[in-house]
């Protein structure tokens, strides 16, 4: 399996089951769990504080307090994953390089703004932040927000029970997407289609260099596109290739000009192209550039159009909207 996409498929599974937050929480002793307590307490006072002094445009004092929350987070980790951490026996340095290894190793991403972040925090003394330019410092002052952002999930101690609420809610959302998505496949299938589209269509005549086809090409440009001869109910066929449940169509008839071409005008259908029914029929004139809706609701393979009486059948566009029958 490809690395990257394992890691993906690790992280997801991470994401959604919260094993490793699971044991992680599971392992610790009483003694680990005060100790984090404690730090975390105090990374939290810190950071509210770094948050108002940004607020205040204190930017320099606000990175102190960033580098203060920042050791106080990485103790509160460190002291929850390892039972023998004790933060005055390391110097920063060793703080922040075990931090990332053991968040490494535990899978934890860090983001860019903590790498980052890392020299900084790593200081033996924290800089103020005072020689800085300004814009240098407002940069810095953000890495180490986000940074925080990332150790406090990190580091927060989350109860067995919270975990499992976590857990729940997250598969709930997955399940709920999920369902979306079927819900808008369905939809989506069952959406009808213009299926009359390029279809095969013949003409009891042509005239005017037009051609049956041209009244499934999908396009109402030039006006007439199909245009019969002067003859004794003329008709077109569109062949649709199979059955089709059908919707509805929408007949286009030409638009530039003569409202009283193909009138009367019938919709049909057939299963076997011999016997037809008709679904609907017009006698009152087309409005200037107006189509016909006609509602069908029943399933057949042919649609014919055709003129009752002697006159033209002059058609533009046959939108035919289905879907298949299975
Ligand atoms: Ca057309």
Excluded at 35 to 43: C, I, T
Excluded at 215 to 230: E, K, T
């Amino acid at each position: 399996m490809n690395p990257s996409f394992s890691s993906s498929l690790s992280r997801l599974r991470e994401f959604f089951l919260l094993e490793r937050r699971q044991r992680e929480t599971a392992s610790e002793t009483p003694a680990q769990r005060v100790q984090a307590h404690a730090h975390f307490e105090q990374a939290e006072q810190r950071l509210k504080a770094a948050r108002v002094l940004v607020d205040a445009s204190l930017v320099p004092l606000a990175l102190e307090q960033f580098w203060l929350a920042g050791v106080a987070l990485a103790a509160t980790y460190l002291s929850r994953t390892s039972p023998d951490f004790e933060l005055s026996k390391r110097s920063r340095a060793e703080i922040f390089d075990e931090l990332s290894s053991r968040a490494k190793t535990a899978g934890h991403q860090a983001p860019a703004a903590f790498v980052r972040s890392v020299p900084y925090l790593s200081q033996a003394e924290g800089d103020p932040g005072a020689t800085l330019p300004a814009a240098e410092a407002k940069a810095r002052a953000n890495d180490l927000d986000a940074a925080s952002y990332w150790l406090t999930e990190l580091a927060k101690q989350q109860p067995t029970a919270d975990l499992r609420r976590t857990r729940s809610a997250r598969l709930l959302a997955l399940l709920a997407t999920l369902a979306g998505v079927f819900a808008m496949y369905l939809i989506w299938k069952s959406w009808p289609v213009n299926v009359a589209l390029h279809k095969h269509a013949t003409a009891s005549s042509l005239a005017y260099g037009t051609t049956a086809d041209r009244a499934v090409n999908g396009s109402l440009w030039p006006s007439a596109d199909f245009h019969s001869d002067l003859e004794n109910s003329p008709f077109l066929v569109i062949d649709l290739g199979e059955s089709y449940r059908l919707s509805n169509a929408e007949v286009w008839p030409r638009i530039d000009c003569c409202p009283e071409h193909s009138l009367p005008l019938e919709f049909q259908i057939s299963e076997d192209g011999k016997t037809y029914t008709t679904v609907a029929r017009r006698d009152e004139p087309f409005a200037p550039h107006g189509s016909w809706g006609v509602t069908i609701d029943k399933t057949a393979r042919y649609v014919r159009l055709q003129t009752m009486k002697r006159n033209y059948l002059v058609l533009n566009e046959v939108f035919v909207f289905g879907r298949p029958v299975n």
